[in-house]
């Protein structure tokens, strides 16, 4: 699986790029606000964070450069209904920031100005995304650098357990070695 590339912009439009890495000539589709970011740096060596998607017809590249929106993406992507091209719209719509006060907000008109969603699509997204920023915000304020506690965090969050949940038994958790917190901490999730 593809996380990321470092490269040069071989050809860029408004939302799809051809990244050269080492020779090698990738297509990724961006979103707009990532495609104008980009065209300011269009001489330097770039980092594009990547999600891909394997399909019967195609191998997909989707390219980002801040891990904000990359989880954005793969957020959206899970709501039955929004697609890889809908996520992208979303986001060439609005940044990241924009759109979590419009989740936030329960702004469905804004969010049906994005083309290609209805006032049924913007509802399903409003109820799917509900406190998954305020969630995506928490999970960023664990400490970087007790390296124990954020290991045991992604060991946790990888088995499923939502990052608030996480965030509440960690406070009572006095151990400092990972394996300690993982088993404490399942102790109190279940």
Known sequence: MIAGMIGMIHKLEPTLAEFDVGGIIYEIHISTNASYAISTKK???IKLLITQIIREDAHLLFGFLEEIEKITFERLIKINGVGPKVALAILS????TTFSQIIQDKDIKALQRVPGIGAKGAGKIMVDLAGFFSELTEARNVPEKDG????????LQSLGFKNTDILKVFK????SNTQEIIKEALKLLK
């Open 172 to 175: 009572s958790i006095q151990s």
């Open 43 to 45: 001489d330097q060596k």
């Open 93 to 96: 719509t609005y940044t990241p």
């Open 148 to 155: 124990a506690r954020n290991d045991a965090f992604m060991a």
